[in-house]
């Protein structure tokens, strides 16, 4: 999705929403999480939210606005997001884009087709052989 | 009558394996199982959003963690991409 913002950001507006822990330690933790170091409990209050939100756009020098679900919620039930999902949403307001469930349909390449189809493709170069440092990526695995 | 709750009993057994390995597949071990089945499956929902409903709006906090704001804020104008997600 980064890319994805990059290449659109002077075209439309990018918002991340930071909802409930999907894989948390307390929970149903993942044996990537321990690999990849990414160790938290579920957050039972707001505060522990905002460290571990804050925690993610430090390690990966994440560019993309930011807005933290309080802990109530709200945004992650309006929009039946957990654990992530993709939305668009036009100008007057309704909802132009509405990605599937993820982690199985979230498709980040469906919000750069509906992007492009509006502003045109951006093109790039052919990738890089990887890298041993890991990309930033909310919700998707690195 | 014995023998057909026997063969109700195998048939309704042999299915529950089936789905627990189905499930063994999808989540990687038993143990990811037991937590996408008592942790995931209660939180995800499809929802009944379509194309063309209003979006919803909601207030936010702001990464200070005391600044706060609506999504309506920030539509308008421009469209807006929303990624969901978490970092574990």
């Not at chain 2, 379509?50 to 308008?76: C, M, N, Q, W, Y």
Request: proline share 7%.
């Amino acid at each position: 999705m980064v890319q994805i913002y990059n290449d659109y950001k002077d075209h439309a507006d990018f918002l991340t929403v930071y909802v409930r822990e999907a894989h948390p330690t307390d929970e149903w933790q993942m044996k990537s999480n321990v690999k990849d170091d990414v160790c938290y409990a579920q957050p039972k209050n707001l505060g522990q939210r905002v460290a571990i939100a804050n925690d993610f756009i430090k390690r990966f020098h994440y560019p993309i606005a930011f807005g933290i679900d309080d802990i109530n919620n709200a945004a992650e039930a309006a929009y039946s997001a957990w654990p992530e999902r993709l939305y668009i949403i036009d100008e007057s307001g309704h909802i132009a884009y509405r990605g599937g469930m993820g982690p199985f349909h979230y498709d980040p390449d469906e919000v750069r087709a509906w992007l492009a189809a509006r502003y045109g493709a951006v093109k790039h170069d052919p990738p890089a052989p990887a890298s041993a440092a890991p990309v930033a990526s909310l919700g998707s695995p690195i | 009558m014995t023998h057909i709750w026997k063969w109700t009993i195998a048939v309704f057994v042999v299915l529950l394996l089936a789905a627990f390995l189905v499930l063994c597949k999808m989540a990687g071990s038993p143990k990811d199982v037991y937590g996408m089945v008592r942790y995931a499956f209660p939180h995800m929902h499809r929802g009944t959003l379509k194309v063309g409903d209003d979006a919803p709006d909601a207030r936010l906090v702001a990464l200070d963690g005391s600044d706060r704001f609506h999504i309506r804020e920030r539509t308008g104008g421009r469209p807006l991409v929303m990624i969901f997600g978490s970092y574990t």
